[in-house]
């Protein structure tokens, strides 16, 4: 029993451990996710409303001159240097109005109202530094209302030339998705109107993601480091948790044995006597009820005795090959003369030739339990069927009977010991409520059997019992 104990123990415990640790490394990666996926829509926003760039002010050329043909680039020498931080790539720094101007986001020179606090909102979102216009790397692409590319903007970006940013934004350009965010790969795109026209950033968000998956598995690799260590140490603490119970219930089951066994010679004696008197004076009413006494008496500790035993952690079952067929029909064919005389009627349909490997008193227990059960709460003129029959790979024995209307919560209950669903039936018909407790502590006791009860049609009950 302490084996046991300390199993279930540790696999209740893990179990909640492993929930817990399932939601805190669930919400954290959740909500990680979540705030990169909001950053990554917010800096595209903010790029959007930049009107392609991250640095103060429009950067789309007019008239369609393209990137490659700037003013301060050809002035330098430079032209065409579209090198990824080149302060003079995409550098409004010069004050050429040509490039729109640094106080709104339309490209033409005009004011938009409100652009300011739009700017400054949308740079708190980000967290917006001296460094971020570095590190993000996007390309951004401008097509005019008809639909045809103007120019396209690579100074942000590496992994793309103009050439290439030109065809894969043309190839990924339709209005039918302007103004939602889209995934490719590890690269997010969004299509916006602008400048009478529209606008497609393309931005590159692989360290974002690679982020996410970093936290990913370190938090599954923490989480699974914790859980190991989480398990060796509720194992060697499992047994000092359990073992007041387990005290606890041996001393119980001292009690019982004990206890029966010092009934058992009152009991005795007690026959003995009410024998003499019967010999001595006759029967009467009084001694008649002295002996139906001292027998359901004596049964019951012969139960109760039983159950101790079935209890002990390997209890003393005396396995061999035996013919299932043979000793289910020799057990249950005498209570059809018994069943028939109350007025029941009793069929049978029992497979023949089936040998199992088990107790065979513990199953003639077992059976003679559920019939002497059946005989006691079948209802007038009922009817009590014993079916034996192959389903499967394996052999079922159900024993079934008409009886008064059972509810599920009842029927959850019938295998706990000394309960009964009519305690005043029981009592008239000697039952003691712990028959069907052995019947469950012989189930228990073979690996290779499973019991069940269930109520098939209203007003009949059915134990079941599959022997694998």
């Known amino acids: 029993m302490l084996k046991q104990l300390r199993i279930r123990f540790v696999a209740i415990a893990m179990l909640s451990m492993l929930v817990i640790t399932t939601l805190v490394v669930g919400t954290i990666n959740v909500v990680s996710y979540i705030n990169e996926k909001r950053l990554i829509n917010n800096t595209i926003e903010f790029i959007a409303l930049n009107g392609g760039a991250l640095r103060r002010g429009p950067r789309f050329p007019e008239n369609g001159e393209s990137y490659g043909n700037r003013p301060e680039n050809n002035s330098n020498g430079n032209s065409g240097n579209n090198e990824p931080g080149n302060n003079n790539a995409g550098s409004d720094d010069s004050g050429n109005n040509n490039w729109g101007d640094n106080n709104n986001g339309s490209g033409t020179g005009e004011v938009i109202p409100g652009f300011d606090e739009k700017y400054n909102r949308m740079a708190e979102k980000i967290d917006m530094g001296k460094e971020t216009q570095y590190t993000t790397r996007f390309f951004a692409a401008y097509f005019t209302s008809d639909g045809e590319m103007q120019s396209v903007n690579v100074d942000s970006i590496a992994a793309f030339s103009e050439e290439e940013a030109g065809e894969l934004a043309q190839s990924i350009f339709s209005t039918e998705n302007l103004g939602e965010v889209y995934r490719d790969g590890v690269y997010f795109y969004t299509i916006r109107s602008y400048n009478n026209g529209y606008l497609l950033i393309y931005m590159d968000c692989s360290e974002s993601l690679k982020t996410a998956h970093r936290l990913l598995w370190i938090s599954l690799v923490v989480a699974f480091i914790s859980l190991l260590l989480e398990f060796i140490i509720i194992t060697l603490l499992s047994k000092r948790v359990v073992k007041p119970v387990v005290e606890n219930v041996e001393r119980q089951k001292r009690f019982i044995t004990d206890a029966s066994h010092e009934l058992k010679t009152p009991l005795t004696i007690i026959s003995a ?196």
Request: net charge negative; aromatic share 8%.
């Open 273 to 468: 006597n009410t024998e003499v008197l019967e010999m001595m004076n006759g029967e009467d009413e009084w001694t008649d009820s002295i002996k139906n006494q001292t027998v359901r008496m004596t049964k019951l500790v012969n139960e109760m005795v039983y159950l101790a035993k079935m209890d002990e952690e390997r209890p003393e079952l005396t396995m061999s090959n035996f013919s299932l067929s043979e000793a289910i029909t020799e057990t249950a064919m005498p209570f059809k003369t018994v069943a028939e005389a109350k007025g029941f009627t009793f069929s049978a349909d029992i497979a023949q030739d089936v040998n199992w490997t088990g107790d065979e008193a513990s199953v003639r227990q077992m059976l003679s339990i559920f019939l002497d059960n059946a005989i006691k709460y079948t209802t007038e003129q009922g009817h009590i069927e014993v079916k034996f029959y192959q389903k499967g790979n394996h052999h079922t024995l159900t024993v079934a009977n008409s009886c008064a209307p059972i509810s599920k919560d009842e029927l959850a209950k019938l295998f706990e010991r000394f309960y009964r669903t009519d305690k005043s039936r029981s009592r008239e018909t000697g039952g003691s409520g712990i028959g069907l407790s052995i019947a469950k502590a012989i189930s228990d006791a073979h690996k290779n059997m499973e019991l069940t009860v269930s109520s098939p049609k209203e007003k009949i009950i059915e134990f079941k019992v599959r022997f694998k």
